[in-house]
């Protein structure tokens, strides 16, 4: 099965190049930046494609386990066993009771061509509406009482101006492991109207 998706416009803000806005090489969700403030953003992100898991575990194992299964699947654990650009940030969503959304934003050209379906059948293919987001970036190693601790200011934030919160937290994580933990990006965000 092959999937095609038309992607819809949407302005871009930050560094861009050929597919869209990138990080270090890698194709990012194109996003526009409506308020900034310090290092807090309200962003208006269009839809995407997404390949998206459910793990259960504490969330930097579930985060791990995620991503280890979603790379199979772009590494060629598919059908055709076709090689799909790796895109960032890899995000990571609370479930509750110890389940996790880990997923990974599909690069546009290959959505574009058709999507192969994945050979993993705990992976889901899905398009993700365009949304509203309050996003706050920060450097370092990201652990679970930081991260929410950051969620929760970024909430009171956003809610002291007036927005409301409808969907989050998500934890975004944009650099390899090995990076240095001064040279990483991270981010929290919550969805808001």
Known sequence: MRWIVVMLGVAMAGTAGAEGMMRRGYEMPPYRVEVAEGAREVRDYGPRVVAEVTVRGDRRAAVNTGFRVLAGYIFGGNEGS????????????????????????????????GLPAPADGRIVLREVDAARMVVEGFSGMPDGEDMAARADALRDWAEGRGLRVVGGPVYAFYDAPWTPAGARLNEVGWEVR
């Open 82 to 113: 076709a090689k799909i650009a790796m895109t960032v940030p890899v995000e990571q969503a609370d479930q509750g009771g110890g389940l996790w959304v880990v997923r990974f934003t599909m690069p546009a050209a290959a959505v574009a061509t």
